[in-house]
Structure formats: structure tokens, C-alpha cells
């Protein structure tokens, strides 16, 4: 069975990379502001990867 990453997936892995560099950012400049922001889209990054890993799942593509 071939696997596939869907938009979701994929959009996650994006977020999930701009949010840690973000994170780094506001650790690496001291602006916890940044380092909050970068920890929250590092987390929607997470949560989308897994909505679509289960839309995979159900579509039988995983």
C-alpha cells in the first residue's frame, strides 16, 4: 500500500518546522513572545499531521 501524505499532513510539517524555528528565535533573542508563538504553531503543526494521519487511515491510504 502506497502512503501518501495528504494537504493536512503536509501543512502540519510545515507548521511544525516555522514553529520551532520561531521558538529557537525567541530563546536565541530573549522575545518570549516569539518562543510562545513558535510553541503554539509548533503544536497546531502536531494536531494537523495527526487529523490527517486519521484521514489516512480511514481513506486507507496508511
Not at 501518501?4 to 510539517?13: A, L, P, Q, V, Y
Request: charged share 40%; aromatic share 0%.
Amino acid at each position: 500500500m502506497e502512503s501518501t501524505m495528504n494537504s493536512d499532513r503536509m501543512k502540519g510539517s510545515a507548521k511544525e518546522v516555522a514553529g520551532e524555528a520561531e521558538k529557537q528565535t525567541g530563546q536565541v533573542t530573549g522575545n518570549r513572545d516569539l518562543e510562545s508563538k513558535g510553541r503554539e504553531h509548533k503544536t497546531e503543526g502536531k494536531i494537523d499531521k495527526a487529523a490527517g494521519k486519521v484521514k489516512d487511515v480511514i481513506r486507507g491510504k496508511d
